[in-house]
């Protein structure tokens, strides 16, 4: 199975860029649907980005879309996500995950079996 983790959270400012990534070992992304979340303090954690390893097909959230981009290096096995004009309300911890059912389409967290431990987004104002 594979394993993640998400590296690149910190503290910036509103308005700012940031790229996260997540890197996988075990098994190549390749086999995986894979798709990044996040979850604020006290929410529900919530689907961001998810990039199709089928049709190379993107999706992201309204809240963020025009924002954020999901992509994958598949010679470093890593998805990215990067996240331009930061808000406030984008702080939360980020977290990436995979699906070995490559055709799903569904944004519920419980579709995704495995995950990262997660990075932390501070965005102060």
């Known amino acids: 199975q594979v394993q993640l983790v998400e590296s690149g959270g910190g503290l910036v400012q509103a308005g700012d860029s940031l790229r996260l990534s997540c890197a996988a070992s075990?098994?190549?992304?390749?086999?995986?649907?894979v798709a990044w979340f996040r979850q604020a303090p006290g929410k529900e954690r919530e689907f961001v980005a998810a990039l199709s390893s089928i049709s190379g097909i993107t999706s992201s959230a309204d809240s963020v879309k025009g924002r954020v981009s999901i992509s994958k290096d598949n010679g470093k096995n890593t998805v990215y996500l990067q996240m331009n004009s930061l808000k406030a309300e984008d702080a939360a911890v980020y977290y990436c995950?995979?699906?070995?059912?490559?055709?799903?389409?569904?944004?519920?967290?419980?579709?995704?079996?495995?995950w990262g431990q997660g990075t932390q987004v501070t965005v102060s104002s």
């Open positions: 075990g098994r190549s992304l390749s086999s995986y649907r």
């Open positions: 995950a995979a699906n070995s059912n490559r055709a799903a389409t569904s944004t519920n967290p419980t579709s995704f079996p495995y």
